[in-house]
C-alpha cells in the first residue's frame, strides 16, 4: 500500500545531541516537505524537495537540515538539540504538476530537555 | 505571499448539530484552497479542496466548503456532526503560480469538540 512514513512517532533526548527525523515514502513522488507544529498552533513549512539533490528552506527558519538522495527518502537532521526546538515535525509528499495534493504522514514528536 | 485566518480556535458542538468552520485567506495572486483535517496523534487528512469551477465543493465524511471570491473566505459546513469528528481542523491555501510550487499556507486551526 502506497504511504508516507515517519519514525521515530516519539522522541525525547538530551540537549546537544544529534538527530535524525527519518521520512520516507512508497508512492514515488517527486515533491517532498517538512512542516513544524507547535502545540495548538499552525503548521510552518521548514524546508522542502523538488526532487533528488534539490532542496530549499521553507518560510520558517530552521536550524535544521534536510537531505534527498533518493527520491523516496527525506531525512531531517539536528546537529544539536536544544529546548526551542521540542515541537512536532510532519512530514509530506505530493506528485509534480501544478497542483496536487499533499499527503501527510504521522509525525514526530520531539522533545528536547 | 499570502496568509490565512481561522476566525474560531475552538467551537464546541453538540453530536447530530451543524457545524460551521470559519476562513478568510489573504493573496495578492488567486490561490487554490484546502481544508484538511487532524485527528490526535495522526497526520494531516485532505477533506476537501477548491481549484476551480463551482465554489460549493463537497469532500469526504459529509463535509462541504463554498469559496467566495469577494469575500475571500471558504467556510466549512457540516449538517450533523458525530463523536467521530473532533478533531482539528485546518485551512490552507496555495497560489496558482508555478514558482510557489504547491506550498501551502496554513490557519491557525480550529479544534471541533463534539459533545454527546
Known amino acids: 500500500e502506497a504511504d508516507i512514513y515517519q519514525t521515530p512517532r516519539y522522541l525525547v533526548i538530551g540537549t546537544g545531541k544529534k538527530i535524525t527525523l527519518e521520512c520516507s515514502q512508497t508512492?514515488?513522488?517527486?515533491?517532498m516537505y517538512w512542516y513544524q507544529q507547535d502545540p495548538g498552533m499552525e503548521l510552518h513549512l521548514i524546508h522542502y524537495?523538488?526532487?533528488?539533490?534539490?532542496?530549499e528552506k521553507g518560510d520558517l527558519s530552521s536550524e535544521s537540515t534536510v537531505s534527498r538522495i533518493r527520491t523516496e527518502h527525506f531525512p531531517l537532521t539536528l546537529e544539536s538539540a536544544r529546548p526551542s526546538h521540542t515541537s512536532q515535525y510532519l512530514c509530506?509528499?505530493?506528485?509534480?504538476?501544478?497542483?496536487?495534493?499533499?499527503?501527510f504522514g504521522p509525525g514526530t514528536r520531539l522533545t528536547v530537555l | 505571499a499570502q496568509s490565512v485566518t481561522q476566525l474560531d480556535s475552538q467551537v464546541p458542538v453538540f453530536e447530530e448539530a451543524p457545524v460551521e468552520l470559519r476562513c478568510n485567506y489573504s493573496?495578492?495572486?488567486?490561490?487554490?484552497l484546502f481544508w484538511y483535517v487532524q485527528y490526535p496523534n495522526q497526520g494531516l487528512q485532505l477533506l476537501l479542496k477548491?481549484?476551480?469551477?463551482?465554489?460549493l465543493v463537497k469532500g469526504i465524511n459529509g463535509f462541504e466548503a463554498e469559496f467566495n471570491k469577494s469575500q475571500t473566505s471558504f467556510h466549512l459546513r457540516k449538517p450533523s456532526v458525530h463523536i467521530s469528528d473532533t478533531a482539528e481542523y485546518f485551512c490552507a491555501v496555495s497560489p496558482m503560480i508555478k514558482a510557489a510550487g504547491n506550498k501551502l499556507t496554513f490557519g491557525g486551526g480550529t479544534r471541533v469538540l463534539v459533545k454527546p
Open positions: 524537495s523538488y526532487g533528488v539533490n534539490s532542496t
Open positions: 493573496s495578492s495572486v488567486s490561490v487554490y
Open positions: 509530506a509528499s505530493s506528485e509534480r504538476g501544478d497542483y496536487n495534493e499533499q499527503f
Open positions: 477548491y481549484l476551480s469551477g463551482s465554489t
Open positions: 508512492m514515488g513522488h517527486d515533491k
